[in-house]
């Protein structure tokens, strides 16, 4: 038995099975590479869901984290610190929100914005008490907590973990009239990705997101926009909701804001909506904590100087241009905007999951969506010939089936 085989041996003993990773045991990474147990290295094109986009240990990150470890990590909000309030200032000026209240995972930053619409719709839109609606998207992913998961479409996200949470609506992804037929005087919200990950890399008509902008103004619909995973330059776009020059009530991210060293999310959003929260409505005891707030501001620096949005939009055509060149039977579909592609291949001849084992054999790391679709997100600071190397690759491994 390999090292490799028996490490995951005694992983699977211990540790819940609610993953199935590749068979990889990775112990370093520097960049847009990683290596494993074996001193092999890949080329990582999942960047964990994103939340790796300045890549493996950025030196910059790590001299933040290292200083502000030394200074002052973690007290809580039972007082005030020096290191919030310039994120999220920062993070406002960004998205066009107000203010921002600061979470730690991206399901807790969804559940946030669940609770500040509801609250919205009771106390500024009259809603009557326990009726508030909120309309989502078939395929949306936000999440993992029993909520989030309530309106779920994946019905193995919900098997025997219910009662589930009631009040929510789900519409076709992309259909702006669906919204409009949906919304009733007791909608307070409509909670969307710009652009759907988990479901695939999937990307709306062109003009949709722009008009559900104007049907939920029409309405006092607030507009929550989940850019967890699409946010913070991913998708050749500081958000992916600027594609269409739109300007929600309310903004999620997650993921990239922790530059992969930690967990922080913020939800942001109009001032009108922020302020249903008084003292004692919402916490967390390491939200919005000193450390993960100067890796956050870090993050965003380091994003504007080292020009991201402007990266990821130039390599993604790249990517997206070598993979469509690929001209492969397998291939069914290249889609994406900036680093954030899915190719989506034909079931029939073999699935997703074997095409990502060939690949990791071939040094490149990535990982299938709903057995049809394999994801390549780099890191944004990915080299020209490391995305070349992908794309070789990429058409070696489908030659082999
Ligand atoms: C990953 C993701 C989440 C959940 O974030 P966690 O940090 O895993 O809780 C929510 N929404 C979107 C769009 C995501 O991609």
């Known amino acids: 038995m390999s090292k490799t085989s028996q490490w995951i041996a005694k992983e699977a003993k211990v540790c819940a099975h609610n993953y199935f990773p590749l068979p990889v045991v990775l112990t370093r990474g520097k960049g847009e590479w990683v290596w494993d147990i074996q001193q092999k290295r890949y080329l990582d094109m999942m960047s964990a869901y994103s939340a790796v986009s300045l890549g493996h240990c950025h030196p910059r990150l790590l001299k933040a984290l290292s200083e502000q470890a030394h200074q002052l990590a973690v007290v809580s909000r039972a007082f005030h610190t020096d290191k919030l309030y310039p994120l999220v200032e920062k993070l406002c000026r960004l998205t066009g929100m107000d203010m921002g209240l600061p979470m730690n995972s991206g399901a807790e930053a969804v559940e946030t914005a669940l609770k500040a619409v509801r609250r919205f719709g009771y106390e500024k839109k009259g809603i009557p008490d326990n009726q508030a609606q909120i309309i989502v998207s078939k395929n949306n992913f936000h999440g993992r907590t029993i909520s989030v998961i309530s309106f779920s479409s994946d019905k193995s996200y919900q098997q025997h973990f219910g009662p589930l949470t009631p009040g929510f609506i789900e519409i ?32 709306p008509p062109k003009g949709w997101l722009k008009e559900c902008e104007k049907i939920c103004r029409e309405n006092k619909v607030l507009l929550i926009v989940d850019e967890i995973q699409t946010g913070l330059a991913r998708t050749g776009k500081m958000f992916a909701f600027e594609h269409e020059n739109v300007k929600p009530d309310g ?15 913020m939800f942001l959003a109009r001032k009108e909506v922020m302020e249903v929260f008084n003292p004692g409505s919402h916490g967390s005891t390491f939200g919005g904590n000193p450390l993960a707030c100067h890796i956050g501001l870090e993050v965003l620096s380091i994003i504007e100087e080292e020009k991201l949005v402007q990266k990821s939009a130039k390599l993604g055509d790249r990517l997206l241009e070598g993979l469509k060149s690929i001209n492969h039977p397998i291939i069914k579909e290249v889609r994406g905007k900036g680093l954030f592609v899915g190719v989506e291949i034909d079931t029939n001849v073999v699935s997703a999951r074997k095409v990502c084992e060939k690949l990791m054999e071939l040094g490149v790391l990535s990982k299938e969506t709903h057995e049809t679709t394999i994801r390549f997100a780099p890191p944004l600071i990915i080299h020209e010939e490391a995305l070349d190397f992908a794309i070789t690759e990429f058409e070696v491994a489908l030659n082999a089936f």
């Open 251 to 265: 903004v999620i991210l997650g993921k990239a804001l922790g530059g992969g060293i930690l967990p922080i999310s």
């Open 172 to 203: 076709p992804f992309g259909d702006a009239q669906a919204l409009k037929s949906a919304i009733n005087p007791n909608t307070c919200a409509f909670l969307v990705e710009a652009i759907q990950g988990e479901a695939g890399i999937i990307l």
